[in-house]
T-cell receptor, first 115, second 110 residues
Framework: EAQVTQNPRYLITVTGKKLTVTCSQN?????MSWYRQDPGLGLRQIYY???????DKGDVPEGYKVSRKEKRNFPLILESPSPNQTSLYFC??????????????FGSGTRLTVV | QKEVEQDPGPLSVPEGAIVSLNCTYS??????FMWYRQYSRKGPELLMY????GNKEDGRFTAQVDKSSKYISLFIRDSQPSDSATYLC??????????FGTGTSLTVIP
């Protein structure tokens, strides 16, 4: 089944403890992106990657890191999480950056709580 | 001012009703418009996309874009309980960055 898989689905952590949210897609997509979804603010892009070893900042990159060493994986790293990073996170992919206009495939989300 | 404005609702309608969901935007460079549906505890899934102005129909769903008014709509005919979800509009100018609305929560009552 074609899908974007995120892990974990739920995570509670403490301030300052480094964490990684994994994202993997099995569709050979070039373009991958991370979003956070907050009430009243909608989906906001954190980082995106147009291909292996090519990443760029979205609208809200502060406090996050990403890497794209392989085409299928695009992990989101929080080096020192803070409570304002408590959110619902989505990984998304599309065949290419231009085909994103025909829609992303989203993962099921990771609900992160930082206490 | 936000790039995209969407009434959060919630919207509650009886089964069989026609539903109208709307977004307004400020950036006249937007030319790609999408509607996503998001069920509870799930990621958004693409429902429809349109390019530039005009209408597009897919079964019970019709997407409408009015670029002169910077206004897009999604109509759902003969609404079903399975349509109960949050609907997100999204748009882009060049295709490399997308702006999402905050979503409208819809409940269709049997």
């Amino acid at each position: 089944e074609a899908q974007v898989t995120q892990n974990p689905r739920y995570l509670i952590t403490v301030t300052g403890k480094k964490l990684t949210v994994t994202c993997s897609q099995n569709m050979n997509h070039e373009y991958m992106s991370w979003y956070r979804q907050d009430p009243g603010l909608g989906l906001r892009q954190i980082y995106y990657s147009m291909n292996v070893e090519v990443t760029d900042k979205g609208d809200v990159p502060e406090g996050y890191k990403v890497s794209r060493k392989e085409k299928r994986n695009f992990p989101l790293i929080l080096e020192s999480p803070s409570p304002n990073q408590t959110s619902l996170y989505f990984c998304a992919s599309s065949l290419s950056i231009m085909s994103s206009i025909y829609g992303y495939t989203f993962g099921s989300g990771t609900r992160l709580t930082v206490v | 001012q936000k790039e995209v404005e969407q009434d959060p609702g919630p919207l509650s309608v009886p089964e069989g009703a026609i539903v109208s969901l709307n977004c307004t935007y400020s950036n006249s460079a937007f030319q790609y418009f999408m509607w996503y549906r998001q069920y509870s505890r799930k990621g958004p899934e693409l429902l429809m996309y349109t390019y530039s102005s005009g209408n597009k129909e897919d079964g019970r769903f019709t997407a409408q874009v009015d670029k002169s008014s910077k206004y897009i709509s999604l109509f759902i005919r003969d609404s079903q309980p399975s349509d109960s979800a949050t609907y997100l509009c999204a748009m882009s100018g060049t295709g490399n960055q997308f702006y999402f609305g905050t979503g409208t929560s819809l409940t269709v009552i049997p």
